[in-house]
């Protein structure tokens, strides 16, 4: 099976959720891709901000990696969906970190479980990989007794427990933004799900 290594972006807790369930239940690394910037976390700001940061093609710079992607064998990649696709953090971090030959697995989560773009899109990305299995989640830390299942569904169904690696991280200090907002709380928009939750 060799070592499999979870990278993930999560802007607002939801991926980390996804990502932190698998970590246990396999007992994987992890890491968690963190940009020096940030998005307005609250209001409707970070919809605009983060939509733009995809459209315009912004490659944020990413605070370094931990372990080196060379000892694993397996890299789990999750990320929630902006404007229909991976967020420009990822797309730093596969540029940061060049990799080829490894089996991926993607975890994508989303508020309307329409993922069939993002993974294709991701899909495309990591090229010269093999894509063995895919999870779409919708906002998994929102319901966390029905995703918990779906992710030990996903890890039962493409891992074996051999590595004993994860640990619980220490807690992380809230990051400042430089550019906060005074915003309302105004930050809910609706997404239309038009697919199932799994894509294989
Ligand atoms: C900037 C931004 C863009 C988003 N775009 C989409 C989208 O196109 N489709 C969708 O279903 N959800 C979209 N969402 C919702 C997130 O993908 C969803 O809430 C996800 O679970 C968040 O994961 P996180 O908590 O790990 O950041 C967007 C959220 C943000 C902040």
Redesign the pocket.
Same mark, same amino acid.
């Given at each position: 099976m060799g070592k499999s290594l979870i990278v993930?972006?999560?802007?607002?807790?939801?991926?980390?959720?996804?990502a932190r369930t698998l970590a246990k239940h396999i007992g994987a690394y992890v890491e968690r891709i963190i940009p020096l910037k940030q998005?307005p976390k609250k209001g409707f700001g970070? /919809?605009?901000?983060?939509?733009k @940061?995809?459209v315009m093609k912004e490659r944020p710079v990413l605070e370094p990696l931990q372990r080196e992607i060379t000892e694993f064998d397996n890299i789990i990649i999750? /990320?929630?969906?902006?404007?229909? @696709?991976y967020?420009p953090a990822i797309y730093s971090f596969t540029k940061d970190y060049p990799f080829s030959g490894k089996n991926c697995y993607i975890i994508?989560?989303?508020?309307?479980?329409?993922?069939k773009k993002?993974i294709a899109k991701i899909t495309e990305r990591l090229s010269g990989n093999k894509i063995i299995d895919t999870l779409s989640?919708?906002?998994?830390?929102?319901n966390k007794e029905k995703n918990e299942k779906l992710v030990i569904a996903f890890a039962d169904k493409n891992f074996d427990k051999a590595e004993a690696a994860y640990k619980e991280p220490e807690p992380e200090p809230e990051p400042e933004y430089d550019n906060e907002e005074s915003a309302e709380d105004d930050d809910t928009?609706e997404?239309?799900?038009t697919e199932e939750i799994t894509d294989n």
């Open positions: 993930y972006y999560s802007f607002e807790g939801n991926t980390e959720f996804a998005p970070k /919809f605009f901000w983060g939509g @940061s995809v999750g /990320f929630p969906i902006w404007a229909g @696709s967020p994508a989560c989303s508020s309307s479980g329409n993922a993002a989640l919708i906002d998994p830390a929102k928009i997404f239309s799900e």
